[in-house]
């Protein structure tokens, strides 16, 4: 019997699509590699389904390549011709939320804005949030340990973890749903898919942890002179708001007027700055925070640290502030293609490097278009270059960053993930001592290199 016809009858042929019944988003993600149509789509409903088609494909030697909500930007779930797409999006259910444990238990293939809103409609709050929130999965978040909007108060989704469910590329099932933050029973295997992009096994289940939510938030737009007056402002209101800083995102000027065009927004503050950052922080009481908010911007000001500020007064104007960072969403529209980083450095060299960088933009590429933009506050700088601005010289660009990137001491991929993109640069952030090591946890887990092959190093 052929592969396609023992899948169809192993799972069922409702759960597999073939040729022009598959539909063209699982050709590709968001980083805008080329579409590959996949050998077959196939769309299981249960972990023992998953374990059945991975056996399968054990058998008959065919690669898998896992998919969640395909708003990746490493490339890392696009498929190739010979693979098979997995698809978790039929396993999206909540199964449960203990609100007295503050745990979420979930199927991989939840979205993060059902997880988020299951979490408060107990009172309770996920800790990660980003821009495609609606559309990405949970598998899609653990595989590219997501980070996003929420790290400075609780880290990245490797920190929201207590526990997994995993299906080995031998169709087996390592059940590590216990849901103890302590565990120290030898190796911590949850560890090794976190930030896998679905190399070493197909996440089929997770229990996550949640917090309280926050009973009052408030929220300020501060335009900055220069780097280093972001970086003592980060330092003041963490001082003041002890664990209660839930955002600080920079936005350098391009990515400002870039934003307010694409929006039709208006200009926020009568002066132009040259930084701007959002800020969000959290207590108890609304008048209270805004008034501690308040008082901490103006000895900023005072300092010299901030050129003005604003305070949003109404939800209405939370949003409109909000707006102009969300302005990433527009990035594909707008750009012809965007070619994105998504690079760590240490704090302090940020300014610096993102200076390098522009400078030598200008040098090569008079007229460029990028746009300087970070969650900052956890060494993470975006840059997004529109690729028509530069001719489409998306590898000398590339190899432009990346260079700076390794002379500054930074990593290639801070939270986006490494997939194909960043595939040629990896050894710029990690030693040979440690890629071997990768490569052998790969072959222990995955002898037959079935898993998403092609991603993260070649073998
Ligand atoms: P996919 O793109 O479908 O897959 C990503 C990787 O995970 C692939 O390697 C895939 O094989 C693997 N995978 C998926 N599901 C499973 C599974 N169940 N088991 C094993 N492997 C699996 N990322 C951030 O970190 N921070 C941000 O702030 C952020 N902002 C974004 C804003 C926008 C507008 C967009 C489009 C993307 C943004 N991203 C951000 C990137 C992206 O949303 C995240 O990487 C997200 O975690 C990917 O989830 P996904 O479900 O779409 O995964």
Redesign the pocket.
Known sequence: MDFLAALARSVGADRVQTGDAIPARHHT??SGAPPVAPLALVRPRSTEEVSAVLRLCGEYRVSV??????????G??VPSADAIALS?DRMNAIESVDATASTVTVQ??AT?SAVQEAAAAQGLQFGVD???RG???????????????GVLQFG??REQTLGLE?VLADGSVLPMLRPMLKNNTGYDLKQF?IG????L????RAVLRLYPAPRARATALVALTDFDAALALLGRLQARFPRAVAAFELMWRDFVETSLKWQGLREPFEAVHPLAALIDVVGDDEASLRTALEETLGEAMEAGQAGDAAIAQSQAQVQAFWKIR?A??E?PVHMHPPINF?VSLPMAEIGRFADACRSAFDARWPGHHSLFFG?VGDSNLHISTDGRSIGGQEAQIEALVYERVAAFGGSVSA???I?LHRKPYLSASRTPAELAAMRAIKHALDPLHLL?PG?VFDL
């Open positions: 993600d968001w390549v896992p998919q969640g909500g395909l708003t990746g930007l490493a890392a779930a978790l991989a293939g993060l980003l821009g495609a559309s990405c999965q949970i598998g899609g978040n653990l595989s590219t340990n997501a980070g996003g909007n990245m989704m995993v898919f896998a992009e679905g190399t096994g197909v996440i089929t969300e990433t969403a990035l998504d969650h939270e986006h993930g997939g998403n991603k």
